[in-house]
């Protein structure tokens, strides 16, 4: 009797542990798609009334040249236009010293995962790198490669490839 008892319990227990189990995705979700300018998820948009914010990201679009600069094929050296742009990113950091901002590295849709990861490191870190030869403490400045995953513009052509070699300077919110 026991015997029989310990048997129904345990094949309830099986059905049971098997019904919770967690079924695979048959399809992995999309990758998130890359803003082309930053994005306000909170409303916080930096202005109050029809003025903007000292420091915010607002205020950030608006004082300096862009927030990206771009670089050539397999290059992570800045040229002088990506010089121009981060040095007024350089005075407007100088200016707002408890803005702490992250540098994200991109690369195009070509070459290995691995390949594109370390290549959107080193242009974020040559973007750091400058910034701090600009007086920006490196203490303010976090980098991160999304390599290929985030791309400005889809495609497979030179125009989408060279929107999308870049690295972003990304004021939070």
Aim: charge should be neutral.
């Amino acid at each position: 009797m026991n015997r029989n008892l310990l048997s129904t319990a345990a094949i309830a227990a099986a059905l049971t542990l098997s019904a919770c189990a967690k079924k695979a995705p048959e399809e992995l979700p999309p990758p998130p798609s890359a803003p082309t300018a930053p994005t306000d998820t909170t409303g916080d948009t930096g202005q109050i009334g029809t003025g903007i914010v000292p420091g915010s990201r607002a205020d950030f679009m608006q004082n300096v040249t862009s927030d990206r600069v771009f670089f050539g094929t397999d290059v992570h050296t800045l040229d002088a236009q990506a010089r121009a742009v981060l040095d007024t990113q350089a005075q407007w950091l100088l200016a707002n010293p408890s803005v702490n901002v992250t540098i994200e590295g991109h690369a195009d849709e070509r070459g290995t995962r691995e390949y594109n990861l370390a290549l959107g490191d080193r242009r974020a870190n040559s973007a750091k790198n400058y910034l701090v030869s600009r007086g920006v403490p490196a203490s303010r400045l976090n980098v991160v490669s999304w390599g290929k995953e985030r791309p400005e513009a889809l495609g497979s052509n030179e125009s989408a490839w060279a929107q999308n070699r870049r690295a972003v300077t990304v004021v939070p919110q």
